[in-house]
């Protein structure tokens, strides 16, 4: 909360001004919404005041309820008596100037308020279901009454932000102010203008949108049949479908109580805690608490990709999705023009799929230029490197970088697992050396793994974590060891998987387990997407630094066959052409059963959980390395890379917040038990068995200093 008051009253004649201050979004935290009743009370009682403006300070109107109060006792206003109450109960109009954010309670502030106008990139939403929870100050109410309930019903379950321009055309929106008009000024004048219209237009009292529900008996059927995939396991979407429902069939007063039976059920469920858990996880992961004081990131306003292949492509994009105008080169300029032509045909496919305008595709290929040589970037602000993922490949690269790249300029790679010293050692200028591993496909993937190098200065540190918020990624940070944190800690998993299989599994059996779980994919589909030949290179590698690395001889075997999985039409899977469905395969079975004969391994029956647990209970163990060697800040940005980098189901917090749920004990137990059966794969990591002594969440772990 601000010094000053959160909420103040001025006046600009007849008019009252009410200002929510509330830094840095003016979330409705305790006092604030207090503040507003006092505000909008005094304006009711001061007969000088005609109408009254509400607007936010700072960069936004309001961003909703203050997500840090829920799960705690809170005190709830009755109905009757909230912000959105008091402004129903109003004599003066009360007119709603957004900015920035207008999203959850503050949209609903709006919504009872009696007029809504915005500028043009401000953005409205009730994202409530993204934690777990709904509308639960009359959105669900009010928002189909503005703009009918199939609208409605899209925008509370999507939680989707929209944009001013669209929120007019819906009819949430009254106005949406020209470029560059001065909002509060503007607002003002609106009021005067309205200050005598009667009777207030109360979204309460429209309903005659609400009759596209009874002319589309199916709509709500079908929304669920819609989410029916993507909502698996979870609650929230399904009770903000019965809230929306109830707008239509009930009075509102009585959809009022019915939105608040449909709230109680879900603020301190599993999917809402671990909501909430991930949302803060996501913003704590970018902030770096060994980072010295005063340390400034450099701005980066236009970059280069070296490598114009599909990882070099996808993240030339991602620079050009936000704006930021990137040089790309190749090897050779016939390499470099099959990039471009990549980058051409995603974007194609983007706008057929109408997810992207054509106007928008140009600018952004407009953004995007081939050079052919070192001395076309070398005034870049940052240079990523992705060309092939082999150390005799790279190095002359840093070289030539370090040769090209104007003094200050990032010099980044996307390596994914190869040591970050070696390459800044290719340089003078280690210190502007870092890793930033984006996850295939880059223009999609949110994680943006940052890895420090052993002379990564803590400038060029904060920079990489700055630019990957400022290209719409989650960057979270690792320290420099062999698959960094993600696919290091992601590594015991996929070797599990696959020694599940040489004891009586199936790749089939595995992957429902998963999907089940959450996972949209499983993870031996997602081997054949990705391509079992790249794991192969990786475990060669493995395999010749650590004699005692555990080979995995059905994987290695299917390799061997040229199946590659997907590209090849089949790995784990059999593919028909052209049909990317997986498809069990008895030549797999049976080169599982011949493998698992040679290898003399006993067969076993196994139950859902057990395979489960195998998998992830492997990754638990080496996240717990991860963090006693001082390769992660925290567990948190451990499952902050395990939702964004491997598609973990988010209702259930992540890797280490879903092993809360279990607890350290039961994990370490178990650990134990097959460190007894399965040998050295399984010794337990000492931070976890300290951790399952002390009783200590693994959410608490306090890992040894980043190094
Ligand atoms: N409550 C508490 N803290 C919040 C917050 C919130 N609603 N929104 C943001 N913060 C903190 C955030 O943790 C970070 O803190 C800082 O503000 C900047 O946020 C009754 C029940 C508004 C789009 O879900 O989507 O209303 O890290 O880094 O990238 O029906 O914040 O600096 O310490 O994200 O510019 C519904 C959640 C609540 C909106 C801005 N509202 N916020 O993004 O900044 S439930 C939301 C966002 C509700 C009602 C129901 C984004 C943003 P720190 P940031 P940003």
């Given at each position: 909360m601000s010094e000053a008051q959160p909420v103040r009253l001025d006046t600009e004649g007849e008019i009252g001004v009410i200002t929510v201050n509330n830094p840095p979004v003016n979330a409705l935290s305790p006092g604030v919404p207090e503040g507003i009743v006092a505000a909008l009370r005094a304006a009711e009682a001061n007969p000088a005041i005609r109408a009254v403006v509400l607007i936010g300070a700072g960069r936004s109107f309001i961003a909703g309820a203050d997500i840090r109060q829920f799960g705690k006792n809170r005190v709830r206003?009755?109905?009757?008596?909230?912000?959105?109450?008091?402004?129903?109960?109003?004599?003066?109009?009360?007119?709603a100037a957004i900015h920035g954010y207008a999203l959850g309670g503050g949209l609903e502030v709006a919504m009872a308020c009696h007029y809504r106008i915005a500028v043009p990139t401000a953005k409205v939403g009730l994202p409530e279901v993204l934690i777990g929870i709904l509308p639960g100050g009359g959105g669900t109410q009010r928002l189909p009454r503005l703009i009918g309930p199939k609208a409605a019903v899209d925008m509370i379950v999507t939680g989707r932000h929209v944009p001013a321009p669209e929120a007019a055309a819906l009819g949430i929106l009254d106005e949406?102010?020209?470029?560059?008009?001065?909002?509060?000024?503007?607002?003002?004048?609106?009021?005067?203008?309205?200050?005598?219209?009667?009777?207030?237009?109360?979204?309460r009292d429209r309903t005659e949108k609400l009759a596209e529900a009874k002319a589309d008996p199916a709509l709500f059927d079908d929304v669920r049949k819609s989410i029916a995939r993507r909502a698996r396991n979870q609650k929230a979407p399904y009770n903000c479908i019965l809230a929306v429902e109830a707008a239509c069939t009930l009075p509102i007063d009585d959809g009022f109580k019915?939105?608040?039976?449909?709230?109680?059920?879900?603020?301190?469920?599993?999917e809402a805690r671990a909501l909430r858990y991930a949302f803060f996880a996501e913003r704590e992961a970018a902030k770096l608490p060994d980072l010295p004081p005063g340390v400034a990131p450099r701005d980066v306003r236009s970059a280069a990709v070296v490598g114009a292949g599909t990882m070099g492509g996808g993240i030339a994009m991602s620079f050009a999705d936000c704006g930021i105008p990137v040089k790309i080169m190749d090897s050779t300029p016939e390499a470099a023009a099959r990039g471009i032509e990549r980058i051409?045909?995603?974007?194609?496919?983007?706008?057929?799929?109408?997810?992207?305008?054509?106007?928008?595709?140009?600018?952004?290929?407009?953004?995007?230029?081939?050079?052919?040589?070192?001395?076309?970037i070398a005034d870049a602000d940052v240079v990523i490197e992705a060309v092939f993922e082999e150390m005799d490949v790279k190095k002359p690269v840093f070289r030539a970088l370090d040769r090209a790249m104007k003094p200050g300029a990032l010099i980044f790679s996307n390596t994914s697992a190869l040591d970050i010293d070696a390459l800044a050692a290719e340089t003078s200028r280690p210190g502007d050396v870092a890793g930033t591993h984006f996850f295939s496909p880059a223009n999609v993937m949110k994680l943006f793994e940052v890895v420090r190098g052993a002379k990564s200065s803590p400038e060029t540190l904060a920079s990489a974590m700055a630019l990957g918020r400022k290209i719409g990624k989650i960057p979270a940070m690792a320290g420099n060891t062999d698959g960094f944190v993600a696919n290091r800690s992601r590594a015991p998993f996929n070797s599990e998987m696959v020694i599940l299989l040489e004891e009586g599994c199936l790749p089939e059996q595995v992957d429902k387990v998963m999907v089940d779980f959450g996972y949209p994919m499983g993870p031996f589909a997602v081997g054949d997407l990705a391509g079992l030949d790249i794991g192969a290179a990786g475990r060669r590698r493995r395999a010749a630094a650590n004699p005692n690395y555990r080979k995995l001889p059905i994987a290695d075997r299917l390799v061997e066959m040229g199946r590659y999985g997907q590209k090849t039409g089949a790995g784990w899977y059999r593919y028909e052409k052209g049909d990317r469905t997986p498809h069990p395969d008895p030549e797999v079975a049976r080169i599982i059963r011949e493998t698992a004969a040679a290898m003399g391994v006993a067969q076993k029956t196994f139950t859902d959980q057990e395979i489960l647990r195998r998998l992830l209970f492997s990754s638990v163990n080496e996240a717990c390395r991860i963090l006693e060697e001082g390769k992660a800040y925290r567990a948190s940005d451990i499952d902050v890379m395990w939702l964004h980098g491997f598609g973990f189901p988010r209702y259930r917090g992540g890797l280490m917040f879903w092993a809360d749920q279990i607890g350290a004990r039961a994990v370490y137990d178990q650990i134990a038990a097959w460190h007894q059966a399965y040998g050295e794969r399984w010794t337990p990591a000492r931070l976890l068995r300290d951790l399952a002594e002390s009783g200590t969440p693994f959410r608490e772990a306090k890992p040894a200093p980043m190094t």
């Open positions: 206003p009755p109905l009757g008596q909230r912000v959105y109450d008091v402004l129903d109960a109003g004599t003066k109009p009360v007119v949406v102010l020209p470029e560059g008009a001065d909002l509060r000024a503007a607002a003002i004048a609106y009021a005067r203008r309205v200050a005598a219209a009667r009777p207030l237009p109360r979204v019915r939105e608040q039976e449909l709230f109680a059920e879900l603020e301190n469920s599993d051409m045909a995603n974007y194609a496919t983007s706008v057929r799929r109408g997810s992207l305008t054509e106007d928008e595709m140009k600018r952004r290929l407009s953004r995007i230029e081939v050079v052919g040589d070192y001395a076309d």
